[in-house]
């Protein structure tokens, strides 16, 4: 039997009517909610975080086509133009004469191990910076997710409060009923309301935490106003899948992006040892270059050489370092260090991503089991409230057991409906953890919230 049955025909109708004024004030924008993937894509397109992310491997595609014309044959146009005056005593004047000079140079590398390892260095950095993009993209979801569902805690909240509110209303009502009808102590009449002023003050917090956590979410997501979709009652919570921990390990060391960017910085400092050793390896160039000069008066015309005369080379150009005064060897034993730090970098990535899956599994796994716990706590509070009440109209129980079994069913259901969002949070950070985390995963949530 539900507890308003308990209740007088009129009693009744004012607890529910205060029951519905807490849930329409809790969720105020329920018929146009938005949905966690509508809201993830607003905030793809506003969060400064993300689109900084975005900007910086943008950026990197350039950093790797910069260092692939290492690869191309480059070429240059060098050009003067120049006057100048002779005072000589053989002519026993002044002569002034011009000139106009072009160059057109090319180069090509033939051969050249340190351009090689550059260019490769250049294309793992861009692979990092799809990495960090990927880091970004998860961190994105967690963040929108978590204030999504901190706002759904905090509606909840406040409806608990505002439905315990309803509860203390009728109780103090019929303490000051009973009292003056002489069937009830003043006490009772206190004790109610000593618990309404504390629920005033409680609503008061329970409002100011909601509005805070909507304006978080408004900020992240560069809408004002938003109202998400609650979660649908009764609903399928997802367990983890599979259900082996080791599994979503393995998972996550072959694909999280932490553990990727950690293996192309090894990449990249085993790269710059190559490099540093290339310089002690010749290059090879072919070179060709054409120039031109025009040149009248001066001492050209003392020399009888005015006039156009143009002049073509091509050849091949070796460099090949002797000696580098120990710079060379100095910096090949500096690599090496360092490319034993990005290897042991690597290994504390995979060691911190499979504790942290591991954590996250197990985080999952006792969110559930609260959830089951909790749904049995409400069951046998609502029995209680049930007895508790009923004992009161026969005079076996008093106010005071009343107004806390209706606090402890108030209580249960508030943290049952937290538990229910923790669950599906800690979802998505087990699929974060193990960096599996995509648009799916949000996807995959949206038929157990409310259409």
Do not use: C
Request: glycine fraction near 6%; hydrophobic fraction near 45%.
């Amino acid at each position: 039997m539900s507890p308003f049955r308990l209740l007088k025909p009129h009693a009744r109708r004012l607890a529910l009517a205060a029951l519905a004024l807490a849930l329409a004030a809790a969720w105020p924008g329920l018929a146009s909610a938005q949905s966690l993937q509508q809201l993830l894509e607003a905030a793809r397109g506003y969060d400064a975080t993300y689109r900084a992310a975005q900007a910086a491997a943008q950026s990197a595609e350039f950093r790797a086509a910069q260092a692939d014309a290492l690869g191309r044959p480059s070429a240059a146009l060098n050009a003067s133009a120049g006057t100048s005056v002779t005072d000589s005593s053989r002519t026993a004047g002044t002569t002034q004469g011009s000139q106009l000079r072009a160059e057109l140079s090319g180069r090509y590398a033939l051969f050249n191990r340190g351009n090689q390892a550059t260019m490769a260095q250049a294309r793992k950095a861009l692979d990092v910076a799809k990495a960090d993009l990927a880091t970004a993209e998860q961190d994105l979801i967690i963040r929108v997710a978590q204030a999504y569902f901190d706002v759904l805690t905090s509606e909840n909240a406040l409806g608990a409060v505002r439905a315990s509110k309803a509860f203390i209303t009728e109780q103090l009502a019929s303490a000051r009923r009973n009292f003056e009808v002489g069937t009830a102590p003043i006490t009772d009449t206190r004790e109610a309301q000593a618990r309404f002023d504390l629920v005033l003050a409680q609503e008061i917090a329970a409002e100011n935490d909601l509005r805070t956590k909507r304006i978080a979410l408004d900020q992240l997501v560069g809408t004002s106003g938003v109202a998400p979709k609650p979660l649908r009652t009764p609903a399928e919570l997802p367990g983890p899948v599979p259900a082996d921990p080791e599994q979503w390990v393995s998972t996550a060391d072959q694909g999280h992006p932490a553990i990727r960017r950690a293996r192309l910085g090894l990449d990249v400092a085993t790269l710059e040892t190559d490099k540093a050793r290339a310089a002690e390896k010749p290059t090879v160039d072919a070179v060709a270059s054409v120039s031109g000069t025009n040149g009248r008066g001066g001492l050209d015309a003392l020399n009888r050489s005015n006039g156009t005369s143009t002049v073509a080379s091509a050849g091949l150009q070796l460099n090949w370092p002797l000696f580098t005064g120990g710079a060379t060897q100095n910096r090949i034993r500096e690599t090496l260090a360092l490319e034993e730090q990005s290897r042991n970098q690597l290994e504390a990535a995979r060691r911190g991503v499979a504790l942290g899956t591991r954590q996250a599994f197990f985080g999952l796994q006792s969110v559930l089991a609260q959830v089951k716990a909790l749904e049995a706590a409400e069951a046998s509070s609502k029995l209680a409230l049930e007895s508790t009440q009923l004992g009161y109209r026969v005079g076996v129980r008093v106010n005071l057991d009343v107004l806390n079994a209706q606090s402890q069913l108030v209580t249960t259901q508030r943290d049952l409906a937290a538990a229910r969002y923790n669950v599906l949070l800690a979802t998505l950070r087990l699929k974060q953890a193990s960096g599996q985390l995509g648009t799916a995963d949000v996807e995959a949530l949206t038929p157990l919230l409310a259409p």
